[in-house]
């Protein structure tokens, strides 16, 4: 099966990556520029984790 991903930003590169784990998928990625160049590039362009409140922390 082949599958695409519009956008290789922080979110769709990570997103083609797991898809590419997948067997029997082809990824294909479409972006105007490299890469990283469009809004990532502009921002922290990171994935984090939300520290809830509740556990300090403890989870990490």
Sequence with gaps: MQVGVVGCG??????????????????????????????TGAALGILMGVISQKTKGRNW
């Design 10 to 39: 922080i979110v769709g590169a990570m997103v083609a990556y797991e898809l590419s784990r997948c067997p029997g998928l082809a990824v294909t990625v479409l972006d105007q520029q490299l890469p990283g160049q469009g809004a």
